[in-house]
Nanobody, 122 residues
Framework: QVQLVESGGGLVQPGGSLRLSCVASGFSLDYHAIGWFRQAPGEEREGVSCISSVDGSTDYADSVKGRFTISRDNAKNTLYLQMNSLKPEDTAVYYC???????????????WGQGTQVTVSS
């Protein structure tokens, strides 16, 4: 049974940092693309970052480039998102998800975690 469990969210001041984790079970990160999405109230779910299963290449939304870093530890079957220089507009529920590829449309992703809340506010 595929399961994704996120953690690491919380309240942080603008300019601060958080690291999100996503522990995967029931499948191997070696053979699947895995990524982070976020959804703010009243907004569409948007892709934040993704790691390809083919070559390990990474991709980022323009809004987080240079501030967020995605990584994975295959031995621990865990995905991470290091978020630096956080802004109020980064406030959202953050989800990890897995799919066959790094699809831009969230509806093409197969399995989702329950999400973790990130709030950036002074």
């Amino acid at each position: 049974q595929v399961q994704l469990v996120e953690s690491g969210g919380g309240l942080v001041q603008p300019g601060g940092s958080l690291r999100l984790s996503c522990v995967a079970s029931g499948f191997s990160l070696d053979y699947h693309a895995i990524g982070w999405f976020r959804q703010a109230p009243g907004e569409e779910r948007e892709g934040v970052s993704c790691i390809s299963s083919v070559d390990g290449s990474t991709d980022y939304a323009d809004s987080v480039k240079g501030r967020f870093t995605i990584s994975r530890d295959n031995a621990k079957n865990t995905l991470y998102l290091q978020m630096n220089s956080l802004k109020p507009e980064d406030t959202a529920v953050y989800y990890c998800a897995t799919a066959r590829g790094c699809y831009s449309d969230h509806r093409s992703w197969d399995y989702w975690g329950q999400g973790t809340q990130v709030t950036v506010s002074s």
